[in-house]
Each structure stands twice: as structure tokens, then as C-alpha cells.
Antibody, heavy 123, light 107 residues
């Protein structure tokens, strides 16, 4: 079945970087975009950006421009999201999610989602 | 950016009740509206896409309607497994944005 499996929880100091992985299975990795969405404790969902695994093209939310990098390794069907210059406000659950190539805007709908990766930023 | 506002923010209901959750967009988004269910400790799960299309394996007691700026998610007869938080999401304009969520609790 279609599945996205994310890497495990991370703890970082303020100012550090974190890289989260998202391994796809059950479908052709390059046929669908991967989006990243985060959820701060007790909060709603915030879109961070997408990567096109076929071309490697990316688009990031303005809020994260200059601080986030999304990459992929097609040989192992894995997408990555790296976030730099972490602050306590970046403490959140980070999800990857699959989407068809967008027709309008930057997304269609997300299905499925990875299980989430907890990133904790603390001194 | 398009703001998505859900109402109510929380709702208490009983098994068997009919429940409606509303989502309003700050500008017209056509039918580019999706609904997700998130249970505690789990990732969101797609229920409805393009305002009214039911995702595969989602029970038919769930339905969506609306277009433009006003949308609804209806659960026709609540089941114990439906108690969760529900989010709407617009995919019309960049950036994609979500409502703040509606927490559905057992009365």
C-alpha cells in the first residue's frame, strides 16, 4: 500500500539545523509531489513547501524562505526537509504528505501523510 | 494569503447525532477545499477533496458541500471512531492554508 515513513524524533539546540527524511513506498516516487506541513504543540497545520521528486524543483512558503531546503534521492525514493537556524518556535511535529502535481495554486490534496517527526528545540 | 475560519472550534455530540462543521474562506476558492480528520497522536487523514468528493474507504456518512467561500462537512450519524479534530484546507491559492480545526468531543 502507499506509505510515507518518516525518520525519528530529533532534539536540537537553538541555532542548529535538523534534517528530516520521508521514505515513499507503494507507488512511483517521481509521479507525485511531496509537501511538508508542520504542527506546533496544540496548534493547527502550517504548510512549509513542496518538492517535485521528478525534477527536484521546489517551492517554499515565504515564512521559511532562506531557512528551509527540500531535497530528494530518487534512488531510494526518499525526500528530505532541512530547517536551519532553529528557534524554540520551530518545536513541532513535521509531516510529509503526497500530492498530485498542482493544477492551480500549489496543491491539490494530501494523501497519505507520513506518521510525523517530532522536532524539539531546547537549550 | 487566504484565511480559513472554521466553526465551531469545538463541539460536543452524542453517538448517532448529525453534525455539521463549517469552513469559510476569506475570498472565493471555487471548489478547492479539502477536509481532513486527525485523531489524537495520529497524522491527518483525507476525508473529502474538491469540496464534495469522498476519498476511497471513507464511510458514506461523511459528506461535503459548498463552493466559493462557504463550505460544510456533515457527519450523518456519529460513530465512536469519529471523535477527532477536523481541518479544512484550501488549495486554490498559494500558500495552501488550513482552518484552525474543530474538535469533536463526546457528550
Amino acid at each position: 500500500q502507499v506509505q510515507l515513513m518518516q525518520s525519528g524524533a530529533e532534539v536540537r539546540r537553538p541555532g542548529a539545523s535538523v534534517k528530516v527524511s520521508c521514505k515513499a513506498s507503494g507507488y512511483t516516487f517521481t509521479d507525485y509531489y511531496i509537501h511538508w506541513v508542520r504542527q506546533a504543540p496544540g496548534q493547527g497545520l502550517e504548510w512549509m513547501g513542496w518538492i517535485n521528486p521528478n525534477s527536484g524543483g521546489t517551492k517554499y512558503a515565504q515564512k521559511f524562505q532562506g531557512r528551509v531546503t527540500m531535497t530528494r534521492d530518487t534512488s531510494i525514493s526518499t525526500a528530505y526537509m532541512e530547517l536551519n537556524r532553529l528557534t524554540s518556535d520551530d518545536t513541532a511535529l513535521y509531516y510529509c504528505a503526497r500530492d498530485l502535481p498542482p493544477v492551480v495554486g500549489d496543491s491539490n490534496w494530501y494523501d497519505p501523510w507520513g506518521q510525523g517527526t517530532q522536532v524539539t528545540v531546547s537549550s | 494569503d487566504i484565511q480559513m475560519t472554521q466553526s465551531p472550534s469545538s463541539l460536543s455530540a452524542s453517538v448517532g447525532d448529525r453534525v455539521t462543521i463549517t469552513c469559510r474562506a476569506s475570498q472565493s476558492i471555487g471548489s478547492y477545499l479539502n477536509w481532513y480528520q486527525q485523531k489524537l497522536g495520529e497524522a491527518p487523514k483525507l476525508l473529502i477533496y474538491a469540496a464534495s468528493s469522498l476519498q476511497r474507504v471513507v464511510p458514506p456518512r461523511f459528506s461535503g458541500s459548498g463552493s466559493g467561500t462557504d463550505f460544510t462537512l456533515t457527519i450523518s450519524s456519529l460513530q465512536p471512531e469519529d471523535f477527532a479534530t477536523y481541518y479544512c484546507q484550501q488549495s486554490s491559492r498559494t500558500p495552501p492554508s488550513f482552518g484552525q480545526g474543530t474538535k469533536l468531543e463526546i457528550k
